[in-house]
């Protein structure tokens, strides 16, 4: 554990976290001693309980912090769920001990204590655990928005690339309850099985060749959470007038589908930056996550639990895509 601080520091530390000091691979993430956040107005303090991660995080880690503002040293993570143990000025001291969800926005939730903007904290509902909120932290939101946003009808057929993934689960249960075909495609049998247990149609597996033809023809809505190469090949399936969305980087890039192309055949495109909310927004969409959670309507598959100071190895597994769903890490 380093202390930081400094010599004659020492007074008032005690909160575990992880820091990047530099960017690297996952022996960067150090656990380190840091002072107590103090809510400042309009900002509580959550003692967290479950901490949210999801890809990007390894890619900021690994060199992309630049492209996100993020320059080290900080303590990664942008969501978790826990209890509001301090209240600042001018935040209603009801939230004192609820247990609630920091939404997507807050910073530096690798940590046990967070400083949380009151506007991005959600209620956990009843009946849920922490753990499970915190896996709907992220995923929820996204999952609900592009869900939301790209309008999935009916007796639609609906390709989602990255199926086993956090919020790749999610979009499968959402694309089923509104009534589509779904095709969820992943890599590996043991994915490929999660995703059928999830309910869809059909399950696909794009490592292997020609894996395009096993989808079973056109599709009406792609759901790309992987980018690159099968982003672009899962691109070509969509039928003319369709809907796109590229939201998906973890092969290394986004999916850069001809602009021309797009026009000519008619369809619609959304990306990355139609998944970038307000706060509002973000805590509408977590609360309906967390309440389909809480009735049983949504699941949010957890593959993994860390100790906080496993960070690293959390990191590995993430980046070896040996996590189907999931990680969380628990402080």
Known sequence: ?????????????????IRVDGYGGPEVLMPVELPDPVPGAGEVVVRTEAVDTIFVETQIRGGWGEAFGIHPPYVPGGAAAGTVVAVGEGVDPLWRGRRVVAAPGTKGTYAELVRVPVELLVPVPDGLEPAEAAALAHDGVTGA?????????AGERVLILGAAGGMGTLLVQLAVAAGAYVVGAARGERKLALVRELGADRAVDYAEPGWTEAVGGPVDVLLDGVGGDLGLAGFGLVRNGGRVSAHGAPSGGFTEADPAE???????????AEVQFPPAEITRLAGFALAEAAAGRLRPVIARRFPLADAAQAHRAIEARAVPGKALLIP
């Open 1 to 17: 554990m380093i202390k930081a601080g400094g010599a004659g520091s020492d007074e008032g530390i005690g909160m575990r976290a």
């Open 262 to 272: 797009v026009e000519r055949r008619g369809i619609s495109l959304r990306g990355i």
């Open 145 to 153: 928005g592009i869900a939301e946003g790209i309008g999935i009808a």
